[in-house]
Every structure is written in structure tokens, then in C-alpha cells.
């Protein structure tokens, strides 16, 4: 019940790339048995989660990997890239349908992906200034929000509700509503630009402002 008890004070395992090449991004599928990690090479590796070793490693991206998420239900694993092409894999890390493919969603390095509840749509943004609301399958963009004044950073779909937040180098949070692009509410959260490292500390704290 102590959360202090969840903080690991000690090094317990590292990994070094296979290609020697900087993780850019990583996050935990399948329940947290498996890691995966995309790196600046473009390529993407799933490692045990127990024994931290490789089981699979390939060339996901022509650019460098600068975003990864993971579906609700865990059936649908997103990357993002340095010139703004989205790609789908299932859960053993095979490429879905091209029909799926997203190669000009942005024009610019994708941020950060974050799927719905209902795991229908995602939300992504980017260093265009821009985050977009698309529809898994059909791949079309439905919503567009462009009222960043800066690279778009970090971005969040809400947990049950119909709402996302994005954070920019702009020192803006803005909460909106995916189904009209309007804007609801500006949090000015930071006197220093939000970026990924901090990400999921503002979102918590928009969140929990909501549910006040």
C-alpha cells in the first residue's frame, strides 16, 4: 500500500543495442512480460521481460523511431517516426495491413500516440505543430488541432472519456474535445516547455484537476 515500496533504489539488469544505436523510445506489451524499444536507427526489439534478452530485433523505420504505444487491449502496438510516418504491429511485433499504414500523417517527428478507451482511434502529435485524431483502421485523419504556437510534445487520450490533452514547447496544456477540435481549456502548467520526460507527470495532474 506504500507507494514508496513500488521505487526501485537499486540497478538490477541493463542492455546494451544490438546496432549500438540510442533507444529513443520504449514501453512494456503483453501485460509486462515483454519490453519493446525502438531506436535512432529505425530499428525495433522485443526483449524478455523476465530475462531482459533479445527475441526478436528488425528494421521497423527508414528514420529514426521517435514514438511507441500500445493499445488498451494490448492487440495493437504503434511507432512513430522522425518524418512523421505512423506503423501498426500486432502483438508478436508482424506488420498489419498496409491499408493501415499512415506515411504523411505528419510532416514532421511524431511525438508521442495514444490510443482511445475504446481503442477505435488514436491521437497523435508532432514537431509540426500539430496533433491529429485518426481512425485505426480506415486510416483517415478526423480531426486536426493546430492551435500550438510550438512543436507539439506530449499528448494524451483520456482513460474513459471523450477528451485529449496536449502539452507543447509552447509552456501550453490544452484539453480538447476529439469529436470537434475545439478547444475547451488552456492549463498553463510549466514556465519550461512540457517534453516526453515529463509528460505523464502533467497529464496525471490534468487529469486528476478533472475529476476535482
Known sequence: TDPW????PKLMHYCVSKDKSPLSCV????FGKT???????GEAARWNGSTFAYEHVFQAHESSITSVAVSHNEQIIA????????????????PLPESMLKENLHTEAVKAI???????KMVTCSDDKTAKVSDIETGKVEVTFARHGAEVKACEWHPYKALIISGGKDNLGKLW??????????????????????????ISYAVFCLKK
Open 27 to 30: 514501453t512494456w506489451i503483453g
Open 79 to 94: 511507432t512513430g517516426d522522425l518524418n512523421g510516418v505512423v506503423k501498426f504491429w500486432d502483438r508478436k511485433v508482424t
Open 177 to 202: 474535445d476529439p469529436k470537434t477540435g475545439e478547444e475547451l481549456f488552456i492549463l498553463y502548467l510549466s514556465l519550461i516547455h512540457i517534453s516526453e520526460p515529463t509528460r505523464p507527470l502533467y
Open 35 to 41: 519490453l519493446l524499444s525502438g531506436s535512432q536507427s
Open 5 to 8: 515500496e513500488a521505487i526501485c
Open 114 to 120: 495514444s490510443f482511445s478507451h475504446r481503442d477505435a
